[in-house]
């Protein structure tokens, strides 16, 4: 099996944390030397694993806020 390396490039906060000390992150990662992309991704304490994430291009990060921005004001 192939070595899978990442690299965060940018670490953007923390939306929250379990018990066990996984948290959940916002950041700029970049898998086997591509280019970074923001990722929502659950992390084990000292990162030494990930859990199972979802992964956004910069259009699909620009569509998502307007969206949030859009549902906010439509309350």
């Not at 929250?16 to 898998?31: D, F, K, M, Y």
Request: charged share 35%; glycine share 6%.
């Amino acid at each position: 099996m192939a070595e899978i390396s990442y690299k965060i490039e940018k670490e953007i906060g923390v939306l929250s944390e379990a018990p066990s000390g996984w948290t959940r992150q916002i950041n700029l990662v970049s898998w086997n030397g591509r280019e970074a992309k923001l990722e929502i991704r659950d992390w084990a304490p000292n990162r030494e694993r990930a859990g199972r994430g979802m992964t956004f291009t910069k259009d699909e990060v620009r569509k998502l806020v307007k969206f949030l921005i859009k549902a906010e004001l439509d309350k």
